[in-house]
C-alpha cells in the first residue's frame, strides 16, 4: 500500500521537479573555472558549501508540499483516515527526501567524473562532506513539510526562503572574527577552506548529529498527534545540539590541510622543482620555466635553487628559505597553471625569487610599493625596459622609474642593490623599493 502511494507521489507531486531543481542548482553552483578539475576533496567541500543555497530551498519545497492537503481543503478528510499518522505521511516524505538527496547527489557527479579522469591523488573519506550535505538537506525537506502543514499559507515557503537565507548566512557574518564550533552547525559552513582543507571527523560527526536530530525532531512534529507528543518532539534536537557542540572542534581546526595533499612531488633531475601531491599531474609544465627562471636567479650571490609549490595564500606570511621559491600557483579547470598576469618565468623573477609579504592586506600604499619594487628586481634580471602595460598604473610607474634608477648605475653596484632587495624580502620587510633605489 505505501509503495504504491509512494508511487502516485511520485508520479504527481512537485517532488521530482523539486530535486531536478536541486540537482541543476548544485550542478551550477559547483562550476568553477579557476579550481582545477582533478581535486576531489576540494569538489565535495565546494558542493557541501553549496548548502547555503539549497538548504534555503528545500526548506521552502518542503513547505510547498506540506500545505498541499490545505490548499485542496482536504485536511479533514485525510486526518479522518484510520491510518496512523506516521503511516499517512511516511510515502510523501520518502519521496520528497529521496528526490532532494537524489538531485543534490546527481548535481556532483560532473564534478567527481572530471576529478576521476583528472587527478591522481584520491583522498579518504572525501564522500563524507557529500553525505553530511545530504543529510542536512533531508533535515530542511522535513522540516518545511512540517511548517507548511503548521502554516499552510501560500507565503510560508517564499517566507521560508528568506528566513532560511539569514539563518545559513547571518550567523557567519555576525560571529565571523569567532572561533566558535557552533557557527558549524550553520549547514555548508565548514569555516575558512581552501583546496587542501578536508572536514575533521569531529566535524563530520559533529553536523551528521545535528542534521538527524532536526530530521528526527521534524519527522515526530509532522505526525505528532498529541500536544504532549509534539512537546516532546524538541527532545532529539536539544540532545543532537548538546552532543554535536561536545563533539564540534573550534572553527579554524574544522578543515585542516590533508598532509599527504601537501606532501611535494619533486621532478627528476636538477634544479629541484616540486609541487604538491594534489598538483602532481601538473608538474611537467612547471619544470622548464622553473629551471629557466633559477639560472637567470643564478646571477645573484646565494641564490635560491630550488622551486617549490607553496600552499599558503599568496600576501600571507610563509617561512621563506633561501635556497628555495616559494612559487603561488592556479591551475585552471583546464590544467593550465599560473602564477599572475604574466608568465610563470616572470612570476618566479619577480622580487628576485621571493615571497610577496610584509604588508597588511588593506595597506595598499605599501603594497604599492613592495610590488613596484618586485617588478622592478624582475624586470632587471630579465633584461627588460619596461613594465607591462596590464601592470596597474600606479605600480607601473613607479617599477619604471625604480628600474631607471637602478640602470644608471654600474653594474656590479645593480647587482648589489637588486641582492639587498632580496635580502630584504626574505625578512618581509616593507621598504623593498626604498632597498632598491636609495642609495
Known amino acids: 500500500?505505501?509503495?504504491?502511494?509512494?508511487?502516485?507521489?511520485?508520479?504527481?507531486?512537485?517532488?521530482?521537479?523539486?530535486?531536478?531543481?536541486?540537482?541543476?542548482?548544485?550542478?551550477?553552483?559547483?562550476?568553477?573555472?579557476?579550481?582545477?578539475?582533478?581535486?576531489?576533496?576540494?569538489?565535495?567541500?565546494?558542493?557541501?558549501?553549496?548548502?547555503?543555497?539549497?538548504?534555503?530551498?528545500?526548506?521552502?519545497?518542503?513547505?510547498?508540499?506540506?500545505?498541499?492537503?490545505?490548499?485542496?481543503?482536504?485536511?479533514?478528510?485525510?486526518?479522518?483516515?484510520?491510518?496512523?499518522?506516521?503511516?499517512?505521511?511516511?510515502?510523501?516524505?520518502?519521496?520528497?527526501?529521496?528526490?532532494?538527496?537524489?538531485?543534490?547527489?546527481?548535481?556532483?557527479?560532473?564534478?567527481?567524473?572530471?576529478?576521476?579522469?583528472?587527478?591522481?591523488?584520491?583522498?579518504?573519506?572525501?564522500?563524507?562532506?557529500?553525505?553530511?550535505?545530504?543529510?542536512?538537506?533531508?533535515?530542511?525537506?522535513?522540516?518545511?513539510?512540517?511548517?507548511?502543514?503548521?502554516?499552510?499559507?501560500?507565503?510560508?515557503?517564499?517566507?521560508?526562503?528568506?528566513?532560511?537565507?539569514?539563518?545559513?548566512?547571518?550567523?557567519?557574518?555576525?560571529?565571523?572574527?569567532?572561533?566558535?564550533?557552533?557557527?558549524?552547525?550553520?549547514?555548508?559552513?565548514?569555516?575558512?577552506?581552501?583546496?587542501?582543507?578536508?572536514?575533521?571527523?569531529?566535524?563530520?560527526?559533529?553536523?551528521?548529529?545535528?542534521?538527524?536530530?532536526?530530521?528526527?525532531?521534524?519527522?515526530?512534529?509532522?505526525?505528532?498527534?498529541?500536544?504532549?507528543?509534539?512537546?516532546?518532539?524538541?527532545?532529539?534536537?536539544?540532545?543532537?545540539?548538546?552532543?554535536?557542540?561536545?563533539?564540534?572542534?573550534?572553527?579554524?581546526?574544522?578543515?585542516?590541510?590533508?598532509?599527504?595533499?601537501?606532501e611535494l612531488v619533486c621532478a627528476d633531475g636538477e634544479p629541484r622543482v616540486c609541487v604538491t601531491r594534489l598538483y602532481e599531474p601538473v608538474l611537467p609544465q612547471l619544470v622548464e620555466p622553473a629551471r629557466r627562471a633559477l639560472t637567470v636567479l643564478g646571477r645573484l650571490p646565494h641564490p635560491p635553487t630550488s622551486v617549490v609549490q607553496e600552499t599558503g595564500r599568496y600576501g600571507t606570511d610563509v617561512e621563506q628559505r633561501r635556497d628555495t621559491v616559494h612559487l603561488s600557483m592556479t591551475v585552471f579547470s583546464d590544467g593550465t597553471i599560473s602564477s599572475g598576469p604574466g608568465s610563470v618565468e616572470e612570476a618566479i623573477l619577480d622580487g628576485a625569487g621571493t615571497w610577496a609579504c610584509g604588508a597588511a592586506d588593506d595597506d595598499t600604499d605599501a603594497w604599492t610599493r613592495i610590488d613596484a619594487a618586485r617588478v622592478a628586481a624582475g624586470l632587471w634580471l630579465r633584461g627588460a625596459d619596461a613594465a607591462p602595460e596590464l601592470t596597474w598604473t600606479p605600480v607601473r610607474e613607479l617599477a619604471d622609474r625604480a628600474l631607471a634608477t637602478l640602470r644608471t648605475l654600474p653594474v656590479d653596484a645593480q647587482v648589489a642593490r637588486v641582492a639587498a632587495m632580496r635580502e630584504a624580502a626574505l625578512e618581509c620587510r616593507p621598504d623593498l623599493y626604498d632597498v632598491l633605489t636609495t642609495p
Open 1 to 262: 500500500m505505501s509503495h504504491r502511494i509512494a508511487w502516485i507521489e511520485l508520479r504527481r507531486s512537485a517532488a521530482p521537479w523539486v530535486g531536478l531543481l536541486a540537482a541543476l542548482l548544485a550542478w551550477a553552483l559547483a562550476a568553477d573555472p579557476e579550481r582545477w578539475d582533478g581535486l576531489w576533496m576540494a569538489t565535495a567541500v565546494a558542493h557541501h558549501g553549496n548548502l547555503w543555497m539549497l538548504w534555503p530551498l528545500a526548506l521552502a519545497a518542503g513547505a510547498w508540499q506540506g500545505r498541499r492537503d490545505h490548499s485542496a481543503r482536504m485536511t479533514e478528510l485525510v486526518t479522518s483516515t484510520p491510518r496512523p499518522g506516521a503511516g499517512r505521511m511516511a510515502p510523501g516524505v520518502v519521496v520528497l527526501v529521496g528526490c532532494l538527496v537524489g538531485g543534490y547527489t546527481l548535481g556532483l557527479l560532473d564534478g567527481l567524473g572530471r576529478a576521476a579522469l583528472t587527478a591522481s591523488y584520491q583522498p579518504s573519506g572525501w564522500y563524507w562532506p557529500v553525505l553530511v550535505g545530504a543529510l542536512g538537506l533531508a533535515a530542511a525537506g522535513v522540516l518545511g513539510l512540517w511548517l507548511g502543514r503548521l502554516m499552510p499559507s501560500p507565503l510560508t515557503a517564499p517566507l521560508l526562503v528568506v528566513g532560511g537565507l539569514v539563518l545559513v548566512i547571518g550567523p557567519q557574518l555576525l560571529w565571523e572574527g569567532t572561533r566558535s564550533p557552533a557557527l558549524l552547525l550553520t549547514p555548508g559552513y565548514l569555516g575558512p577552506t581552501d583546496e587542501y582543507s578536508a572536514p575533521d571527523w569531529r566535524t563530520n560527526v559533529g553536523q551528521a548529529v545535528w542534521f538527524l536530530a532536526l530530521v528526527t525532531t521534524a519527522w515526530i512534529l509532522l505526525v505528532a498527534g498529541t500536544r504532549r507528543t509534539r512537546f516532546l518532539a524538541v527532545l532529539p534536537a536539544v540532545v543532537g545540539l548538546a552532543v554535536a557542540l561536545s563533539v564540534l572542534p573550534p572553527l579554524d581546526r574544522a578543515a585542516p590541510h590533508d598532509p599527504r595533499a601537501v
